[in-house]
């Protein structure tokens, strides 16, 4: 028998070192999943660093989020790199959903054998047009987006290698690897924030403004450019209903 959507229980694993922060990105995929907040379970690495792969089990789907600070690039600082790695790659075996976001396409991304590096000067922070490779045309999520859709993107390390099951689906003027799924899997990673739209980078860039910005000029620029993020928003929403419910929408043309 089919799951309902109240029927998922989702993992959501959290690299974020405050509170606030911690529940904001919470109440956003709450909110762009269109699921209820008891569906949630979340796994704070920085309370927990060490955990099992099999921590998924009986779940429907691992969801990632991104991070305030912590690097992929930095497995001795970070403990909680390496079992998040596991974590990824359990799922990826075991067939298990993965919705994977900015930290979590990184993660994904030194798991499945890609590499990341620290990139300041090609730091995206604000709102991006993304653009389309010819894999998202047919794509359970892509498909019905427009090339040069909108999205929050927020990081200074990025993607130099993808993982060779890998199939690119956007990328931007500034960042070549932006998404990517595995093939014949249901494995989804985004370097954007499909959670994160207007109002919440808002508050959180104001809020973390001296860890990433020179000064209030370059606050004042991102919030005076900011574009309407709803398509990547519903990128969630539409992981819930095309992948974990199996919900079919027939691919159109939109983009070639």
Not at 132 to 156: C, I, M, R, Y
Not at 197 to 226: C, K, M, P, S
Not at 245 to 256: A, E, I, N
């Amino acid at each position: 028998m089919n799951k309902q959507r109240e029927d998922l229980k989702i993992l959501l694993l959290q690299i974020r070192d405050d509170e606030t922060t911690r529940q904001e990105e919470l109440n956003e995929f709450v909110r762009f999943s269109q699921l209820d907040a008891a569906q949630f379970t979340v796994l704070d690495v920085f309370k927990t660093p060490a955990f099992a792969p099999n921590c998924i089990d009986g779940y429907d789907a691992l969801f990632v989020g991104g991070s305030s600070d912590a690097s992929v690039t930095q497995p001795d600082r970070y403990p909680f790199v390496l079992p998040s790695q596991a974590l990824i790659q359990y799922c990826l075996q075991a067939n298990i959903p993965v919705f994977a976001s900015c930290f979590g396409f990184q993660v994904a991304v030194e798991a499945l054998g890609g590499k990341v590096i620290v990139d300041k000067p090609n730091m995206e922070m604000g709102t991006y047009p993304l653009w389309l490779t010819e894999a998202a045309a047919s794509d359970a999520l892509f498909h019905d987006l427009p090339n040069g859709f909108w999205a929050v993107s927020g990081h200074k390390e990025r993607a130099i290698a993808m993982p060779e099951a890998a199939i690119l689906l956007a990328y931007s003027d500034r960042c070549p690897y932006h998404a990517f799924k595995i093939q014949d899997k249901p494995f989804y990673g985004f370097q954007f924030h499909p959670e994160v739209d207007t109002a919440d980078l808002t508050a959180r860039i104001t809020r973390y403004q001296t860890r990433y910005l020179d000064g209030a000029e370059d606050l004042q620029h991102i919030l005076g450019n900011l574009q309407d993020t709803t398509l990547a928003n519903q990128l969630i929403a539409k992981f819930v209903d095309r992948i974990l419910l199996g919900k079919t929408v027939q691919p159109t043309s939109l983009l070639y």
